[in-house]
Structures are given as structure tokens and as C-alpha cells.
């Protein structure tokens, strides 16, 4: 990216809003948390990118590691941007290993990220970057068809009742831009494989979910201690924080950004 090869559509020094999805996910499932930033937000530009291998780039083939995807989501960000200012990351599971990374590989591109339910290597062992209780689970879904699939990652994302219109909408995204299993094996190795090395120096605020079944709540306690990182914990939500409580995010994003140099 880099100032010469930014955008600079305007002379605002507002930094943009960059939203990563996590695993097998996409910018359409970032649903109602969208809207709450755009009304949070009225000023600043909020921009979603997909990973190659999800949503409307699932005919590409995903990266097997965290640096390409890096990568690979600076070439689609610097086709949306419309400044040449460092952005604000805000990042899900897998989208927040991306982001720690993002911000190691080009520091001055990045101005700061919220991360949320994220787990790194070697600060957390596998059983609860991807609770054991959830293995069968998972089994099952992958032998599943699409509905039932949803369903399942729903119940292990969401700690809320299931939501039909989430469900039918889920499946008709899976079914427009299906996931193949090479990329879904690539995404889960890269995940697998990350590990935490160098500390970005930007500014990082954690968020977590405290009855998280999906990944171990002691993830985001590990890094928040050996990263000397906030940790702010929801003690109702899901893993997808922004599915169940996209409002506690949005305003937590808008305290954060506050206590930051302009």
C-alpha cells in the first residue's frame, strides 16, 4: 500500500474503519454490526474485505498462512480506500491472528485494532483455541448439508436463541458463495499455524466473550497478559461477539477510538 500508492480522494485526515472476518466467514455475516458503525461512525469510512477463497472471491484459492493473507487483503483494501491515513482494525478469531500480523508486517499502515476472541500460539494450547467439547460438533457439520450446517455454527458462535432469519440467510450465502474444502483445509491450517512472535507497537484493545464455547474466554486472558493488552469481557455473548451484541461492540469501538491521538 504506502502513501504513493494510496488513494487520496480528500483532504480529510479521518482514518478508515477496516472489518475482518474470521474462518470460513464473510463481509455479509457481519450483519447488523455494520449498521451499528455506519450510525457510530457517520464521518468515516468503514470498509469490509473478504479473504481470498470467501464471499464473492470464493472462486480464488485462500492463502495457507497468516502473512500472505495479509497480503492478499492489502491489494483489495488499497482498491477501496479513499485516503492515504493508517486505518482502525477490528477483527474476529482468525481475522484478529491477520490483524496482529498486519500490523508487524506494515506498521505504518495500521493505526490501531480491536481484537476480538482471537487465540495465538504458543501462548494457548489447541484444546482451547478450539474447545474439545466442540469436536464432534464440528464433525457433524461438516457432514452436514448447507441449513444444517448453519445451524451448527450458529449454536457454537451465538449464545442466543436460534434466529431463523440468520439461519435462512447463512444458507443462502453458503449456497451463492460455497467454500471449497481446499480453501476451508488452507484457512484452518493457517489459523493452526500462527503463532505470536514481535508485539505490534500500535494501540490494541481485546475484546472477549466470557461464555465462549467455541474458543476458550483464557485465550483472550492470555494474550491480554503477555501482550500487556485491555481485555473487556461481555459475560453473556457468544464467540461472534458482533452477531450476539453488536451495539456493546460499536460502543466499546467508540470509546476506544476516543482515547486515541487524533
Given at each position: 500500500m504506502g502513501n504513493q500508492s494510496m488513494k487520496t480522494l480528500n483532504a480529510s485526515n479521518t482514518h478508515p474503519i477496516v472489518l475482518i472476518r474470521g474462518l470460513l466467514r464473510e463481509q455479509r455475516h457481519w450483519g447488523d454490526f455494520l449498521n451499528q458503525l455506519i450510525t457510530q461512525f457517520p464521518n468515516r469510512q468503514i470498509i469490509c474485505v473478504d479473504l481470498a477463497g470467501n464471499g464473492k472471491r470464493h472462486k480464488l484459492q485462500s492463502p495457507n498462512n497468516i502473512p500472505a493473507m495479509v497480503q492478499d487483503l492489502r491489494i483489495k483494501l488499497h482498491l477501496k480506500l479513499t485516503t492515504d491515513t493508517p486505518v482502525d482494525l477490528i477483527a474476529l478469531s482468525m481475522g484478529g491472528m491477520?490483524?496482529?500480523?498486519?500490523?508487524?508486517?506494515?506498521?505504518?499502515?495500521?493505526?490501531?485494532?480491536?481484537?476480538?476472541?482471537?487465540?495465538?500460539?504458543?501462548?494457548?494450547?489447541?484444546?482451547q483455541r478450539l474447545n474439545w467439547r466442540q469436536y464432534l460438533t464440528i464433525v457433524r457439520m461438516l457432514l452436514s448439508q448447507s441449513e444444517q450446517q448453519e445451524t451448527l455454527i450458529f449454536?457454537?458462535?451465538?449464545?442466543?436463541?436460534?434466529?431463523?432469519?440468520?439461519?435462512?440467510?447463512?444458507?443462502?450465502?453458503?449456497?451463492?458463495?460455497?467454500?471449497?474444502?481446499?480453501?476451508?483445509?488452507?484457512q484452518l491450517y493457517a489459523s493452526a499455524m500462527f503463532r505470536f512472535t514481535d508485539k505490534p507497537k500500535q494501540p490494541v484493545m481485546l475484546l472477549g466473550s466470557s461464555n465462549d464455547r467455541l474458543v476458550s474466554h483464557q485465550c483472550s486472558k492470555a494474550l491480554s497478559k503477555h501482550a500487556e493488552w485491555p481485555l473487556i469481557s461481555?459475560?453473556?455473548?457468544?464467540?461472534?461477539?458482533?452477531?450476539?451484541?453488536?451495539?456493546?461492540?460499536?460502543?466499546?469501538?467508540?470509546?476506544?477510538?476516543?482515547?486515541?491521538?487524533?
Open positions: 491477520i490483524a496482529i500480523s498486519w500490523m508487524t508486517l506494515f506498521p505504518a499502515e495500521i493505526r490501531s485494532a480491536i481484537l476480538m476472541n482471537t487465540s495465538v500460539r504458543p501462548l494457548s494450547p489447541f484444546y449454536n457454537m458462535t451465538s449464545n442466543q436463541p436460534i434466529q431463523a432469519k440468520v439461519i435462512e440467510n447463512w444458507t443462502q450465502w453458503k449456497n451463492e458463495c460455497p467454500i471449497t474444502a481446499k480453501n476451508a483445509f488452507n461481555h459475560s453473556t455473548a457468544g464467540h461472534d461477539l458482533t452477531l450476539d451484541e453488536p451495539e456493546w461492540v460499536s460502543k466499546q469501538a467508540a470509546a476506544f477510538y476516543a482515547r486515541l491521538p487524533k
